[in-house]
């Protein structure tokens, strides 16, 4: 069983609001992403990171922004959400051989 | 530029029964590697199985096997034994060099009793 945890998973907030999406790995695992996914789409990685203090935007362009000061936590921050921001935002960690990812359960965000 | 191709949107098998999803995969490099991912309606992503591009037979686990056909750039996603609980959201995702998996855009499967 994976140990990659993120908080909240289900948050409803109004536009302009600042928020931050906890991810926290007890693995150890230096590489972790962030993947948005729309509902019953598929996954767009945002943002990666390889280690502490490295952090790297994905494929998709967004406006969030992520922090890797510890190897064991990896948020993400909207500055002013808006409606557009609403999707889902899976956390993800990778260190064995084969580069599985290990996923957290999603945070759910709806922006009204 | 890597690339995941699922062409089938929705499945749908009896109870018991086998299915087959399909995934095609685009990559010019040598080493990769093809994962499967199930999604549930909760939403979290389950690893399913992994193939290895320098793997000689295909991989298993339990009921899920990997038909990899390296020549067709396929890597299709065989569940036998179908239950109700496979009813989910199905990706297929690749690996290249660099640790990121790029995603295909899922296959919907029901299981009908």
């Known amino acids: 069983e994976a140990d990659i945890y993120q908080t909240p998973r289900y948050l409803v907030i109004g536009t302009g609001k600042k928020i931050t999406l906890e991810c926290s790995q007890t693995?150890?695992?230096?590489?972790m992403y962030w993947y948005q996914q729309d509902p019953g789409m598929e996954l767009h990685l945002i943002h990666y990171s390889y280690g502490v203090n490295s952090t790297e935007k994905g494929d998709l362009s967004s406006e969030s922004t992520v922090s890797r000061i510890r190897t064991e936590h990896f948020p993400l921050t909207l500055e002013s959400a808006r409606p557009s921001h609403t999707s889902q935002y899976l956390c993800?960690?990778?260190?064995?051989?084969?580069?599985?990812?290990?996923f957290g359960e999603g945070s759910r965000l709806t922006v009204l | 530029a890597q690339k995941i191709t699922q062409t089938q949107p929705g499945m749908f098998v009896q109870e018991k029964e086998a299915v087959t999803l399909d995934c095609t995969y685009d990559t010019s490099d040598p080493s990769y590697g093809l994962f499967w991912y199930k999604q549930p309606s909760s939403g979290e992503m389950i690893f399913l199985i992994y193939q290895g591009s320098y793997d000689q037979q295909n991989a298993t686990e339990g009921r899920y096997s990997l038909n990899f056909q390296k020549a067709r750039k396929s890597a299709n996603l065989v569940i036998s034994a179908s239950q109700l609980g496979d009813s989910a959201m199905y990706f297929c995702?690749?690996?290249?060099?660099?640790?990121?998996?790029?995603f295909g855009e899922g296959t919907q499967l029901t299981v009908n009793p």
């Open positions: 993800a960690s990778s260190g064995g051989m084969t580069g599985e990812l290990f």
């Open positions: 995702a690749m690996r290249t060099s660099g640790s990121r998996l790029t």
């Open positions: 693995m150890g695992h230096d590489k």
